[in-house]
């Protein structure tokens, strides 16, 4: 079993940053792929970005340009650098880890 705790959620003002973290604890025996979900609203949940083991990375369209993800391989975890937050990324954000296991998620409100 592998566990991910999730932190760094909170309420910011739109244009604001906030920083997320996610980390991954348990039976870990190889670097695996991260990836960060959401689910806002009445949405269903969707992709915003995955980094590889390699530390390649893609993002969902929304967010390009204005998130970052990064992780540290010594320490297991993975953040998500998010800049000029928009209304629209309030949601609750969730960790991936090698596809299968899921964080408790953070909630992120971004309001005026």
């Known amino acids: 079993q592998v566990q991910l705790v999730e932190s760094g959620g909170g309420l910011v003002q739109p244009g604001q940053s906030l920083r997320l973290s996610c980390a991954a604890s348990g039976s870990i025996r190889s670097i695996n792929r991260f990836a960060w979900y959401r689910q806002g609203p009445g949405k269903q949940r969707e992709f915003v970005a995955g980094?590889?083991?390699?530390?390649?990375?893609d993002y969902a369209d929304s967010v390009r340009g204005r998130f970052t993800i990064s992780r540290d391989n010594a320490k297991n975890t993975v953040y998500l650098q998010m800049n000029s937050l928009k209304a629209e990324d309030t949601a609750v954000y969730y960790c991936?880890?090698?596809?299968?296991?899921w964080g408790q998620g953070t909630q992120v409100t971004v309001s005026s």
């Open positions: 991936n880890w090698a596809y299968i296991y």
């Open positions: 980094i590889s083991s390699g530390g390649t990375t």
